[in-house]
């Protein structure tokens, strides 16, 4: 049982930590202290579903469904583009660089709804934690347990990126920053979308 918990820690530790779409929105939330716990709590509780369906038979489902995986390849590159659009327009308008302080906080509501379509509509969540987590779990002589380390993993990564991220915040405050934050974030969902779409 430990060596599946531990196989699942350590794989599910490295695809997690991996820096990608849905850690930069984790981090520029937590940055901006706009709702960060329970992004990083939706972020966890998304893994989790995703691992533990793709341990439990949803891996081969995917496999055998290139329609799906191609409507998810689409889709979330769409999506990474608009996302990546818009955090350039912040880092290019002065009013984007003061929006945590002057505009005010987003709703609850509407920054899950954003975290939702970060992890959902980018394929590479899937890749992950269904296509990999999932299928190498499904081989483990536990795969409860396992799925158990990859959900540690996630929720270890994801409190302590938001926990981290937030305290450094007011280190951070300078527009400079909050410019090569947004720039960084454009750079990488646009990327990402451009991967997607040139995947073959």
């Known amino acids: 049982m430990w060596q599946s918990y531990l196989n699942g820690l350590l794989v599910g530790a490295g695809l997690i930590i991996a820096i990608g779409t849905q850690n930069a ?88 709804l954003t975290a939702l379509a970060v992890t959902l509509l980018n394929p590479h969540v899937y890749l992950d934690t269904v296509l990999l987590i999932g299928s190498l779990g499904a081989q483990q002589a536990e795969p409860g347990a396992y799925a158990l380390g990859a959900a540690s993993a996630s929720v270890t990564w994801f409190f302590g990126l938001a926990l981290a991220a937030a305290w450094l915040s007011p280190r951070l405050a300078r527009p400079a920053v909050w410019r090569l934050l947004d720039l960084c974030v454009a750079a990488m969902m646009f990327g990402v979308a451009a991967q997607l779409l040139l995947a073959h």
């Open 25 to 112: 929105f984790v981090l520029a939330q937590s940055l901006r202290r706009e709702h960060h716990l329970p992004v990083a709590a939706l972020c966890v509780l998304c893994d989790v579903v995703l691992v533990t369906a793709g341990v439990f038979g949803l891996a081969t489902l995917l496999l055998q469904s290139p329609l799906l995986l191609a409507a998810a390849r689409w889709g979330g590159a769409i999506f990474l583009f608009w996302y990546g659009f818009r955090a350039l327009l912040r880092a290019l308008r002065p009013q984007g660089l003061t929006r945590a302080t002057d505009a005010g906080p987003r709703s609850l509501r509407a920054v899950l």
